[in-house]
C-alpha cells in the first residue's frame, strides 16, 4: 500500500515530497497526472519542452486534490534564457498548467548561446519575486556552474535537478548539493528501464519482497537529500513506484549498489548542450 503521508525533505526553506511523478514523453497526461495524485504522490514534475504540461493542469484539476497541496515543478527550456523571453516562457507554462504559480521553476539545461549567466539567473530570481514560483532551481547544471550561478542569482537555490541511478556515479555532485544544502532531484532514476535485468538488483529485490524499481527508488531515497521522480504510463507502476517507505536497504545493499556505477551509465547527454559532466 502506498504511504498515507510521504516524506519531505527541505532546502533554504523549500519543502519537497520525496518521491515526484515525472510526465516526459506524456503528452496528454491528465488521466496519468490524476491517477498519481489519487494514488498519493504531490509532487509533479513537468516542463514547457516536454509538451506535458496543458495535462499535468488538467490531470490537478481532474485529481481533486487542492493546488496548496500539490509540489508543482516545470522548466524554461535553453532556447529561452534570455531575460524577456524567460519571462514570456513562464507565463506559457503558467497558462498551460493553468495556475498562478508553480512551487519550482528550474533553468532546464544551462544556455549554449553564450547569454551570460547573470540574465538568466536574474530572470529566475524575478519569477520568484514577482510570485510565480515558490522556489527555484537548475537543472543539468556542473559544479563549475552552480557556482557561478549561485553567486550571481540573489535568491537561493533550493535543488539541482540531475541524472541519477544505479549506473550513474554522482558522488562529486551530491557533495556539492550537501554541501551548499541543496536538494537532488534525481531524473531518470530508473535509467530509462536499463537496470531491470540486472543480477544484483534482481537479487536483492527477490531477498526484499520488492520489485527492481522500488530497491532502485528505495535506494535513492535513503540516501538522504535524494528525491526521485520516476515516470511510468501504467497505473499500477504508478503505485508500485511511491510503495517504497515501508523498508530499509541495509548498509550491505547500499554498498553493493553504489558498485554498479560505471562510465557509459548517462543517458542524458545531448551533443552541444550537455556541460562537461563532473
Ligand atoms: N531535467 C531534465 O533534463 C530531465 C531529463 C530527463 C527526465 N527528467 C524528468 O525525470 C522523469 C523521469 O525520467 P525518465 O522519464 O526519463 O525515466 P525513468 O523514470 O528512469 O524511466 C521511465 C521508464 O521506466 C518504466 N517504469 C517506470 N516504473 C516502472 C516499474 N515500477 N517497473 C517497470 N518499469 C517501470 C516506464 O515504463 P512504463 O511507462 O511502461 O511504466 C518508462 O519506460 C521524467 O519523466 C522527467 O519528468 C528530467
Not at 131 to 137: A, K, Y
Not at 157 to 183: F, I, N, S
Not at 241 to 269: K, Q, T, V, W, Y
Request: charged content about 20%; hydrophobic content about 40%.
Amino acid at each position: 500500500m502506498p504511504p498515507a503521508v510521504i516524506p519531505a525533505v527541505t532546502a533554504h526553506g523549500c519543502t519537497m515530497p520525496q518521491i515526484g511523478f515525472g510526465t516526459s514523453q506524456l503528452g496528454d497526461c491528465g488521466d496519468l497526472v490524476a491517477t498519481a495524485l489519487k494514488l498519493g504522490y504531490r509532487h509533479i514534475d513537468t516542463a514547457w519542452k516536454y509538451g506535458s504540461e496543458k495535462g499535468v493542469g488538467t490531470g490537478i484539476r481532474a485529481s481533486g486534490v487542492p493546488r496548496s497541496e500539490i509540489f508543482l515543478v516545470t522548466k524554461v527550456s535553453h532556447e529561452y534564457l534570455r531575460a524577456d523571453a524567460f519571462a514570456r516562457s513562464v507565463d506559457e507554462s503558467l497558462k498551460n498548467l493553468q495556475v498562478d504559480y508553480v512551487d519550482m521553476l528550474h533553468v532546464h539545461w544551462p544556455t549554449v548561446d553564450k547569454i551570460p549567466l547573470a540574465e538568466t539567473m536574474g530572470a529566475l530570481a524575478r519569477a520568484k519575486r514577482e510570485g510565480l514560483t515558490r522556489h527555484i532551481g537548475v537543472a543539468n547544471f556542473n559544479i563549475a556552474l552552480l557556482e557561478e550561478a549561485q553567486a550571481v542569482c540573489s535568491e537561493p537555490l533550493a535543488t539541482l535537478q540531475a541524472e541519477y541511478h544505479p549506473y550513474l556515479d554522482q558522488t562529486k555532485v551530491l557533495d556539492y548539493c550537501r554541501r551548499h544544502g541543496m536538494v537532488f532531484t534525481a531524473y531518470c532514476p530508473l535509467a530509462r528501464g536499463r537496470l531491470f535485468k540486472d543480477p544484483v538488483l534482481m537479487e536483492i529485490a527477490q531477498a526484499r519482497g520488492k520489485t527492481i524499481a522500488q530497491v532502485v527508488l528505495r535506494w535513492l531515497v535513503q540516501q538522504g537529500n535524494i528525491v526521485p521522480i520516476p515516470r511510468s504510463s501504467n497505473p499500477e507502476r504508478i503505485a508500485q513506484n511511491l510503495d517504497i517507505f515501508d523498508f530499509r536497504l541495509s548498509d550491505e545493499e547500499m554498498r553493493r549498489i553504489h558498485m554498479l556505477a560505471r562510465p557509459d551509465g548517462r543517458i542524458a547527454n545531448p551533443a552541444g548542450r550537455a556541460p562537461a559532466w563532473d
